[in-house]
């Protein structure tokens, strides 16, 4: 299954809401994590039954679901049932070829974004999609599971009471998880930077077939890079200038600081995508100049060898009587005549910066 599309064969002809897990990551055994908290205690936990999630539905604390893992759909149907969520927000959980967006059903939100990370292979960028389901007290996150995620930092910060988190509500906690995820997204950046000035300085030195495929490799990256943030802007937009009331004033402060991050992360790109297509115009004129630099030395020594052939060609003529073949003089005479026409040539042609 290529990156850039899923199958949908799987789903044809099946009513809306229909649960098929559409994915990357077929058969893997499903992980669930929460964390409760409030501002004086933390509960954390791994839960082999999806039935003690539903402990935590009507306490008064901030609770965090992780799901890691979409392989059973039938765990997803039954929280959806629990919290109330719409089929079609279940359809597109399992869906993992969503792209980024929000949706507001009052009582809670829904939030899709793309996880990106470098793939196994060192180059080629890997995503995977997350959705967000965001309560009064809750938040519910779905991975695919392919590679861990993220949130590590955000965990950190809850176990250990570092800064606001543990003291605000669950809407603070979807603004880290949203942040934490867009910060990543600087560091394959910063990836691509380098790359991309790898790419410039041997375009410069020691073009080669090589660098061509490379720079189409990472014009491919960059716009699999811009299908997954672009879209980021509108969502981030959607939660700060929303009228939803499961995002407290306090919060939106934040999600703008978020929202300027995500618009500088489209511009970079924008702007690697620019300095790639400049660097295919770099690479066909370098080799256009090295083509152009063979063809002088080659017109320079046809050039060279024009008149010294008129020469030979004339003594290589058949005919009895030519006076000079009678000389013994005129074999290294005509040697000579030929080397001083080279040299002078070599001069002319030196004199001019033609060589």
Same mark, same amino acid.
């Given at each position: ?6 199958? $949908? ?26 964390? %409760?908290?409030?501002? &004086?205690? !933390? ?6 039954? !999806? ?15 992780? @799901? =890691? ?13 629990? *919290? ?7 359809? %597109? ?10 949706? =507001? ?27 967000? #389901?965001?309560?009064?007290?809750? #938040? ?12 590590? &930092?955000?965990? %950190? ?8 988190? $543990?003291?605000?509500?669950? =809407? *603070? ?9 867009? %910060?990543?997204?600087?560091? !394959? ?25 490379? !720079?189409?490799? /990472? ?8 299908? &997954? ?16 009331? /499961? @995002? ?8 703008? =600081?978020?929202?300027?991050?995500? #618009? ?15 660097? @295919? ?22 050039? #060279? ?25 005129? *074999? ?17 042609? $030196? ?5």
């Amino acid at each position: 299954m290529t990156r850039h599309t899923h199958k $949908r064969s799987a789903k044809a002809g099946l009513p809306p809401g229909s649960l098929v897990h559409l994915g990357n990551t077929p058969g893997r055994q499903i992980l669930i994590t929460v964390m %409760d908290y409030d501002g &004086a205690s !933390i509960q954390e936990k791994q839960i082999s039954v !999806i039935d003690e999630c539903f402990l935590f539905r009507d306490k008064p604390s901030v609770t965090w679901i992780n @799901i =890691d893992g979409l392989s059973q759909p039938d765990i997803i149907q039954k929280l959806g049932d629990c *919290y109330g969520f719409h089929p079609l927000v279940l359809e %597109d959980i399992l869906n993992t070829g969503q792209r980024p967006k929000m949706e =507001d059903y009052n009582e809670y939100l829904y939030v899709v974004l793309k996880m990106l990370y470098p793939g196994t292979d060192g180059g080629s960028v890997v995503s995977e999609q997350i959705s967000l #389901i965001a309560g009064a007290n809750f #938040i519910i996150s779905f991975q695919e599971g392919i590679e861990g995620d993220v949130f590590t &930092a955000v965990r %950190d910060r809850l176990r250990n009471d570092k800064g606001r988190i $543990r003291k605000m509500g669950a =809407d *603070y906690l979807l603004y880290s998880l949203i942040d934490a995820v867009v %910060d990543n997204y600087f560091s !394959i950046l910063e990836k691509l930077g380098e790359e991309i000035e790898t790419l410039e300085d041997r375009l410069v030195t020691n073009p080669a077939d090589k660098t061509l495929t490379e !720079i189409h490799f /990472l014009k491919r990256e960059l716009i699999y890079l811009r299908k &997954a943030v672009w879209p980021l802007r509108e969502v981030i937009s959607g939660l700060q200038r929303g009228e939803s009331p /499961l @995002i407290q004033e306090g919060t939106r402060v934040y999600l703008r =600081d978020v929202y300027d991050h995500t #618009i500088e992360i489209i511009e970079t790109v924008e702007t690697f995508r620019d300095m790639a297509s400049g660097m @295919i115009d770099i690479y066909l004129s370098s080799m256009s100049n090295r083509m152009n630099a063979v063809m002088k030395v080659l017109t320079i020594i046809a050039t #060279i060898f024009m008149p010294l052939t008129f020469l030979v060609g004339v003594y290589g003529m058949n005919f009895k009587h030519m006076p000079e073949l009678d000389k013994p003089w005129a *074999y290294p005479l005509l040697w000579l005549v030929m080397i001083s026409i080279s040299a002078g040539m070599l001069l002319f042609f $030196r004199k001019k910066k033609w060589l």
